[in-house]
C-alpha cells in the first residue's frame, strides 16, 4: 500500500516578511517508529497533550519554510514513510498551515468558485474538532454578524463532559445549519417558505414563513429556532437603536423597526453567511475562530481545502443514519 502524500496547499509569501512568519506548516509525526531526521529545519518538540490531545506519543515539528523543502525534505527524512511498502497506519502525520495562510487560501477558493455558475457550486463548511477550544467566539460572532436577538442561536457550542474525576475531560461541538441535501424541514413546510438551493443552502423565505414551527420539530439537529420579537433592551425605558438595525440574510434587507416585521414570528437558521459569501467574504464564523476550527468552500471545486479535508479519514456527519445528508462535516 502506498504512503500518504504529505503536500502543503500553495500559499502566498511576502518576501519582505521575516521568514518565521512566512513557514508553510507544521509537520507533526509519530517518533516511535520513525528517528528524529537529520535536517537542520527539525527541532525537538515535547508533546503536552492539552495541546494535542489526538497524540499520545512525543512528536516532532519540522519548519519547513516553503513547498520546495517540503517536498524534498520528507521523502529524505521519512523513505518507510513514502515508499512503496509503507502503510497508512505508519503515519500520524498532520499538515497545519498558518491561519493567515488558511484563510488566504479559503479566500482564493472561494473566489474561484463564485466564478462559476450558481449550479456548480456546493458551499460546505468542515469544522475540526481536535482544534475547538470552545471558546464560542463564533457564536458572538454569528450573534453580531446576523443581529440576531434574545431566543434566536444559529451556531452554539455544545460542551459534553467525559469522565469522572479525577479523570475528566470536555469535548466541544459548534453545531450550525447542517444545510443537509434531503432535508426533512422542507418537507414539512405548509408554506413551501423553505427550499434548498441549487448551491447547496437551505434558505427560508421570511415573507412565506407562517411561523408554524414544523421545521424545528423535524429538524433532528435541532438548528432552528424562532424569532419572539424579543428585544435585549426590553423592559428598560427605551429599546436601544442598534438592537433595530436590519440584518440581511439571503442577500435582503429585514428590517426590525417594531415587533410585526418579519423575520419576526418566522423560523430563524444559519444561512453560511451567505449574504457575505456572494460578496467574495467567509462566513464570520470562519474568520473569528481563535483556533482555525472552521474550515469553508466549495465541495465541488477539488483543488478547494474544504474539498481536500472531506475526503479525510477523520470526517463524519452528524446522524447520518436520520438519512438527511448532512453538508456539514466534522473531523474527529
Known sequence: ???????????????????????????????????????????????????????????????????EEISSTIPACYPKMTGPNSKEEDSMALIDIKPHEIRQRMINDLKRALKKPVYKRHWAMVIDQAKCVGCTACTTACVSENHLPPGVVYRPVVETEHGTYP???????????????????????????????????????????????????????????FDKGYFYTDGTPEIMPYEKEPNFEYGKKWPRTDRESSPIGNTRKCTYCIHKVEKGMLPACVTTCIGDATYFGDANDPKSLVAELLSSPRARKLREEEGTKPTTTYLV
Not at 20 to 48: M, T, V
Open 1 to 67: 500500500m502506498a504512503g500518504p502524500e504529505f503536500t502543503v496547499p500553495a500559499t502566498t509569501k511576502n518576501e519582505n516578511s521575516p521568514k518565521e512568519h512566512s513557514y508553510a506548516g507544521y509537520l507533526r509525526i509519530n517518533i516511535s517508529k520513525f528517528p528524529l531526521p537529520n535536517h537542520p529545519s527539525c527541532q525537538d518538540f515535547p508533546y503536552k497533550k492539552s495541546h494535542f490531545p489526538r497524540f499520545s506519543r512525543t512528536s516532532i515539528r519540522c519548519i519547513l519554510h516553503n513547498q
Open 167 to 225: 479523570n475528566v475531560h470536555k469535548t466541544f461541538l459548534p453545531r450550525p445549519c447542517m444545510q443537509c441535501d434531503d432535508p426533512p424541514c422542507v418537507k414539512v413546510c405548509p408554506a413551501h417558505a423553505t427550499w434548498k438551493r441549487t448551491d447547496g443552502i437551505v434558505e427560508i423565505d421570511y415573507n412565506r414563513c407562517i411561523g408554524c414551527r414544523y421545521c424545528i420539530s423535524a429538524c433532528p439537529y435541532s438548528a432552528r429556532t
